[in-house]
């Protein structure tokens, strides 16, 4: 039994092509090619002999009477047979060559000596040929196995950075924002005291808050008037529903923790409200530092406003595939 290195099924060891996806076996080729040639060689020497005058010196043919009697019982029928054979014979010889050939030139090139999909035509019985197969088996090599892909480890690391840096940023927005200028209003301003305000005005709580939009409606600004309340109002108003905004912009943010696993599209949501958080917080901090300078304003005001920075230009290396054999791009 032959073992076909294509397929990998089993032939019997007299096929020179596997009878399942056509694959030439090589090693038996020559001897095939070798018996063809040899059978040729004889046939034509028969129909020399044949046709070839007898010579003078040849002895006598045998009685003429038992040469018809062969010719009839069986002579006619031999040589239709042999004529056939030998040019079924012929027919292979030449596909046999135009295989070697075209072997020889695919192996050159580093390419595989039949596709796949080849399937060889179908042929009579007793010749050295594949015949289709009723039901075609696709062989092993026709498909490659896709592996399974991997989450994007590009997207896993950015929100994973990301994720802290927002966790960063509400830290921050409950500690202490300005700490200087604020000595008859409680000394200090935090930043939830924004989200306060909105609600109750009176309450103890936000006196830092009220103190800070007390402090920008008394600060000279310009030297003229009109400008000068231009400025006191534009300040105001930046703080007063800059900060409920920003809080807002870090809710909306949350989104991110969803990204953990790298499956997540919304790349353009995630970079939208972190670049809108960090210009709040920058319209913020422009104000303060212009109104109380920046050695009133505290470290963790500084680091929560820089965390956005951060987490926005992360998101600018965040990936459109949600699948990628690979780190950061």
């Not at 056939?84 to 046999?96: D, F, H, M, N, P």
């Not at 070697?100 to 035509?121: C, D």
């Not at 994973?160 to 209003?185: E, H, K, P, R, Y």
Request: net charge positive; aromatic share 10%; hydrophobic share 40%.
């Amino acid at each position: 039994m032959k073992i076909c290195k294509n397929c990998g099924q089993q032939t019997d060891d007299g096929k020179v092509r596997c009878p399942y996806c056509g694959f030439l076996f090589e090693e038996d080729m020559d001897d095939v090619l070798r018996e063809m040639k040899s059978t040729l060689k004889n046939y034509r020497r028969e129909e020399i002999a044949r046709s070839s005058p007898q010579s003078a010196d040849a002895p006598p043919s045998p009685p003429v009477q038992e040469t018809p009697v062969r010719e009839s019982a069986g002579g006619p029928r031999e040589r239709f047979e042999l004529l056939s054979e030998v040019a079924q014979l012929k027919g292979e010889v030449r596909v046999l060559q135009g295989e070697v050939e075209r072997l020889h030139g695919t192996r050159q090139q580093g390419v595989q000596p039949l596709p796949a999909s080849y399937i060889a035509p179908p042929v009579q019985e007793g010749v050295y040929a594949p015949q289709r197969s009723a039901a075609r088996q696709e062989p092993a090599l026709t498909h490659v196995r896709r592996s399974g892909r991997r989450r994007s480890v590009n997207r896993i690391v950015i929100s994973f950075l990301c994720t802290l840096l927002l966790a960063l940023s509400i830290a921050m927005f409950s500690l202490v924002w300005v700490s200087g200028g604020l000595d008859d209003f409680g000394g200090v301003m935090r930043g939830y005291q924004g989200i306060l305000y909105l609600f109750d005005k009176t309450d103890s709580g936000v006196r830092g808050f009220a103190g800070v939009l007390s402090v920008i409606g008394e600060h000279s600004y310009a030297s003229s008037e009109l400008i000068n309340g231009m400025c006191v109002n534009v300040c105001r108003f930046v703080v007063q529903w800059g900060i409920p905004a920003y809080a807002v912009c870090l809710v909306l943010s949350l989104p991110i923790l969803f990204s953990l696993g790298g499956k997540i599209q919304f790349r353009a949501w995630h970079r939208c409200w972190a670049w809108l958080s960090f210009l709040m917080i920058l319209a913020v901090f422009a104000v303060l530092c212009w109104t109380f300078g920046l050695a009133s304003l505290t470290l963790m005001f500084l680091f929560g406003a820089g965390a956005n920075f951060v987490r926005a230009m992360c998101l600018c290396f965040y990936k459109r595939d949600r699948f990628y054999d690979g780190g950061l791009q």
